[in-house]
């Protein structure tokens, strides 16, 4: 039996955390872009999209990720289409992060005073202009803390890719467990690993929302 | 001239009946102050004359231009009506003259080296030309206040609502507000004002109307309808405020 050094686990753990890293980074950019275009999508005045919109967050928000992460995988295969386990968690972790997100920032939308609309009408600013000079900035500003704020979740969502067999953090730290058999060692870096990805973002969402608060926009 | 002409004009929200037949004629440079309970009907009468609310019935006419839901763009309604708000609702994310150039740079399309000229101008008037480059936040109620009207002045209206201007700001900080409108007004600015401020209506305006329940319930020049109301509400009204 090979043995274990401390080092060998923090190193093969060092590696795996990449891949939560790149899987983190695909979910967030993906989940931004289709989170935009569902946010748009959610401010049009067609109906069928808002209702479209409306329904795709709240089956993403209203379901586990575990499960979204399943259906995925089991289903693609189910349908003859088997998908590795790389392209089922980016999609999953993808569909997930633009729900949350879209909601989110629909709330920052919403969040600018009624009165700034009425200021920039009578200025004689149209739809696109209020929302290009007046309403976006204010709501782009807003949107900032939450949105590093949900970047800790999506962090913490990669670990569930493990169970497809996605070897990233949790994953490399439960084939370790089963070569060395010393949990509480190993899960202890695993979540130190994770805590010192997801700490230094909750920082920063922290400090973000402070300076927002000093601009006077809150 | 009569610049704004009001004709029976109905407005209801739901079942509620808010403006029940107004009838108000402002002449060019002429400044009226609309005064009345809260729930008369004022603030709504004024939100009609920019369309922030569309009149069930009845006529609208702004410098000859008929005023219905789709009869004049943003743009071309901005040309004859200005407004300042109660909450002053200046854009929290841009600088004094930011606030001030933006509507003329975007929406006219004017040269932003003219516009900026025209803004140190307004805000001079306002005498807010030091503040050019502050936020908002940075400054105290009144002077948001002031930056609201030179932002609204630097669209040029042909007559400017005031909705209740000096209703959010320290009594402290009332008197300077009054004050600019004063001047407006004595430069010859068309201003149409809903106001609890009673001295102001009676010193600088030309006109005051007095609504109750939704409809003019009495007008006239200020001191004879200060000092010699007619009806017993506005007796009560005055009674009350004074």
């Known amino acids: 039996m090979i043995e274990f050094t401390l080092w060998d686990i923090v190193r093969n753990l060092l590696l795996a955390a990449r891949w939560t890293v790149v899987l983190s980074l695909i979910a967030f950019v993906g989940g931004a872009t289709v989170g935009l275009v569902l946010t748009f999508m959610r401010l049009s005045s067609r109906r069928w999209l808002q209702r479209f919109t409306s329904l795709y967050v709240d089956l993403f928000q209203g379901t586990p990720l575990l499960m979204q992460l399943f259906l995925i995988f089991f289903g693609a295969a189910a349908m003859g289409h088997p998908i590795s386990a ?133 | 001239m009569t610049l704004v002409c009001v004709n029976n004009v109905h407005k209801a929200f739901g079942d509620l009946q808010v403006l029940k037949g107004i009838d108000l004629n402002v002449a060019q440079g002429e400044v009226v102050a609309i005064i009345g309970r809260s729930g008369s009907g004022k603030s709504t009468l004024l939100r009609c004359l920019n369309q922030l609310e569309q009149h069930d019935s009845g006529e609208i006419t702004i410098a000859e231009q008929q005023l219905d839901a789709g009869s004049m763009s943003p743009k071309e309604l901005s040309e004859n009506v200005g407004m300042v708000f109660q909450s002053f609702n200046l854009f929290p994310h841009k600088t004094v003259g930011d606030n001030v150039c933006l509507a003329p740079v975007v929406v006219r399309g004017e040269a932003r080296a003219d516009v900026e000229k025209v803004a140190r101008e307004v805000l001079d008037k306002v005498g807010l030309a030091d503040k050019y480059d502050a936020y908002p936040a940075q400054l105290s109620g009144g002077q948001q206040q002031r930056v609201a009207i030179a932002r609204a002045l630097a669209m040029r209206p042909k007559v400017l609502l005031c909705d209740e201007v000096t209703s959010a700001l320290d009594p402290e900080l009332v008197g300077e507000v009054l004050r600019v409108l004063e001047a407006l007004a004595a430069e010859g600015m068309t201003l149409i004002l809903v106001t609890h401020e009673m001295g102001f209506a009676r010193d600088v305006a030309d006109r005051v109307v007095f609504m109750h329940q939704g409809r003019i319930h009495e007008e006239g020049e200020p001191a004879e309808l200060f000092s010699n109301p007619k009806t017993p509400e506005l007796k009560q009204f005055i009674s009350a405020v004074l």
Request: glycine share 6%; hydrophobic share 50%.
């Open chain 1, 86 to 218: 790389w392209w089922a968690a980016s999609i999953a972790l993808t569909l997930f992060t633009s729900a949350f997100l879209c909601d989110i920032w629909r709330g920052c939308l919403e969040a600018v005073a009624k009165g700034q609309w009425h200021a920039a009408r009578v200025l004689g600013m149209n739809y696109f202009q209020t929302m290009r000079h007046v309403i976006l900035p204010q709501a782009l500003q807003l949107s900032i803390p939450p949105t590093v704020g949900f970047s800790v979740q999506v962090i913490k969502g990669t670990a569930l890719a493990s169970i497809i067999g996605f070897v990233e953090l949790t994953k490399a730290g439960t084939m370790l467990n089963n070569a060395t058999f010393e949990p509480f060692t190993i899960f202890t870096l695993v979540a130190l690993f994770y805590f010192a990805l997801c700490y230094p973002l909750s920082c920063y969402a922290r400090h973000l929302e402070k300076k927002l608060y000093d601009a006077g926009l809150r």
